[in-house]
Nanobody, 118 residues
Framework: QVQLVQSGGGLVQAGGSLRLSCAAS????????MGWFRQPPGKEREFVAT????????YYADSVKDRFTISRDNGKNTVYLQMNSLKPEDTAVYYC???????????WGQGTQVTVSS
């Protein structure tokens, strides 16, 4: 079965940067692409960014566009999220996922905490 292992996260001050990584164990489960979601305290999980695996097309939530950059390494079955100009409202548990299609996530990573202090 597919395994998604996340790394990165931590505590940073507002305006700082973090880079998240997520490695999938099997390319066969990356049907469409990989992406990132987050769940702020007391709120539901929300979409952050997606990248398609063949064409490298990217999609971003309005709240993170121009600050976050999603990228991939196809040879390592790995997706990254570079987060710059972090704000306290970016504080959340971040999850990576594989996609059957652009709006159909399938498998999830274990999550990693990102905390941005003011």
């Amino acid at each position: 079965q597919v395994q998604l292992v996340q790394s990165g996260g931590g505590l940073v001050q507002a305006g700082g940067s973090l880079r998240l990584s997520c490695a999938a164990s099997d390319r066969a489960f990356i049907t469409y692409g990989m992406g990132w979601f987050r769940q702020p305290p007391g709120k539901e999980r929300e979409f952050v960014a997606t990248i398609t695996w063949t064409g490298g097309r990217t999609y971003y939530a309005d709240s993170v566009k121009d600050r976050f950059t999603i990228s991939r390494d196809n040879g390592k079955n790995t997706v990254y999220l570079q987060m710059n100009s972090l704000k306290p409202e970016d504080t959340a548990v971040y999850y990576c996922a594989t996609y059957y299609s652009q709006n159909n996530p399938a498998y999830w990573g274990q999550g990693t905490q990102v905390t941005v202090s003011s």
